[in-house]
């Protein structure tokens, strides 16, 4: 039975499993917001949870048969799932309708003026920006972002009465092929997800079907700089617009500064003021602006929105501001490492601390050595374990491959602390006034983050 949005909505209830990722608790929302009984399981607390469980919806922090009510119509699942999960299997034994959370989504935004944010890199904040500059234009959008946002209240959805939505488009597990854009971003194409893609030109065929699901008459705004994402474009025929540093793009970053915390930068000659920093912000911000001009949005309207944009959690989030700052970031690819810490060095007064926390056994394997050279342009290094999430343990990869391509490459001196006690007494014994700690990774490391901030209560820097 095919699954449609007019039956979703007419479903006793809705379960999710896994309902505290990303993807996962910003669709829960929007079916509960639209009045659908929703309940749902994860193994773990975080914010998330924590949010949808105020708004009413019963989450359990386990995975049982009992926890699927006996009323439910619909299970949804996420590609991090395995299908021998015992609630994967008491959905299927029940008969009950089963869907990906991906293919939900597309259910959910393809009959809207769906404009859909790609890229290996810096879709959230990108999302996030062409749903606030909407916001600010009279739009009233649907929004699904992959984090959670300041002008949303701290959710990761919003239920808008406009013909527009705006999707974070996961290339994970090929999730964005359920999605019929009219308008599209690319802001990259770079090998992350090797448990996934056999490799570069796997990465980019898959690119390619997700382009051709676009709706007739849909339009590209893509990074210029990018030589594959250019080169993909202009094999798909469909209409473009680049953006990026290089003179021969559309839209043309120019004249970037830092300014303290903020920035400020040209596209094509105007002037825009930024409220969040760095260079590839300033890009993302463009790629924003593409979408705007394509919907009638003038630069003025465009500046005014833009800069009250003041960000996304853990997408460099200053979480502390004193003697010292620090920083809680989702940055878990070498090139995004290297883009956070980049900015910090441009706004540092002083040193800059990095607590990385390397996410996937797979991911550390294939790029340690970049991941090495991101992070020696920190002064000082701590390596976490690595964060498996979805993976068994390779034999022989540990954050210790990280730490030896750093001494030996780099001269670096690097900790990787048993306790997190001896975490907070080694940050606390380094650093001084105006350094900046960042804590970095896409697991658990905000809760190390978290623990630190309440260690510096009790000490003055």
């Given amino acids: 039975m095919s699954l449609t949005k007019e039956k979703i909505f ?3 209830k809705i379960h999710f499993i896994g309902i505290g990722g990303a993807g996962m608790n910003a669709i829960a929302e929007y079916y509960l917001r639209h009045g659908v009984k929703i309940s749902g399981s994860d193994l773990t607390r975080n914010i998330s949870t924590g949010r949808l469980e105020k ?12 926890n699927i009510p006996l009323d439910t119509d619909v299970v949804v699942y996420t590609p991090a799932l395995s299908e021998s999960n015992v609630e994967f299997l008491e959905a299927k034994k029940r008969g009950l309708q089963i869907v990906k959370r991906a293919e939900l989504l597309g259910i959910t935004v393809n009959d809207k003026k769906l404009v859909a944010v790609a890229g290996t890199h810096g879709k959230t904040t990108t999302s996030a920006m062409i749903g606030k500059v909407l916001i600010d234009s009279g739009f009233d959008p649907t929004l699904f972002i992959g984090g959670n ?15 527009f939505a705006v999707v974070e488009a996961d290339e994970y ?17 770079e090998l992350d997800h090797s448990d996934i893609y056999s490799g570069q030109a796997n990465l980019e065929e898959s690119f390619e079907i997700f382009l051709s699901k676009s709706k007739t008459g849909a339009k590209v705004i893509y ?50 003021k930024l409220s969040v920093p760095g260079i590839h912000n300033a890009l993302n911000a463009t790629a924003s602006f593409g979408i705007a001009s394509e919907l009638g949005i003038t630069i003025e309207k465009y500046s005014e929105a833009i800069e009250r944009f003041s960000g996304v959690d853990r997408r460099l989030q200053l979480v502390y501001n004193n003697e010292i700052d620090v920083y809680d970031d989702y940055a878990h690819h070498p090139t995004e490492v290297k883009a956070s810490l980049n900015t910090l060095k441009e706004i540092s007064k002083g040193n800059v601390i990095t607590v990385f926390q390397p996410h996937l056994y797979s991911r550390t394997k294939d790029f340690h050595s970049e991941f090495a050279d991101a992070l020696a342009l920190s002064d000082s290094i701590v390596l976490l374990e690595i964060y498996p999430a979805r993976e068994e343990k390779i034999p022989g990869i540990e954050s210790s491959v990280i730490k030896t391509d750093l001494v030996e490459k780099y001269g670096k001196d690097v900790l990787i602390p048993k306790t997190v006690d001896e975490l907070n007494l080694y940050l ?15 697991g658990n490391v905000t809760n190390y983050c978290s623990f630190f901030l309440n260690h510096l209560k009790g000490i003055k820097i």
Avoid: W
Avoid at 149 to 162: D, I, P, W
Avoid at 428 to 442: E, K, R, W
């Fill in 223 to 272: 990074c210029g700089d990018d030589k594959v994402v250019s080169g993909l474009v202009k094999r798909s025929g469909i209409g473009a617009v680049s953006y990026g540093l290089t003179a021969d793009n559309f839209l043309v970053v120019s004249d970037y500064k830092s300014i303290g915390k903020s920035a400020e930068f040209k596209i094509n000659g105007d002037y825009v």
């Fill in 149 to 163: 946002v300041e002008f949303m209240q701290g959710a990761s959805t919003r239920l808008g009465s406009g013909d």
């Fill in 55 to 66: 708004l009413g919806i019963e989450v359990n922090y386990n995975h049982s048969p009992e």
């Fill in 428 to 442: 606390s014994s380094i650093v001084h006034d105006g350094d900046i700690i960042v804590f970095m990774g896409a």
């Fill in 173 to 189: 597990d090929r999730s964005f092929h359920y999605l019929k854009p009219d308008l599209i971003v690319i802001t990259s194409i």
């Fill in 10 to 12: 007419q479903s006793n």
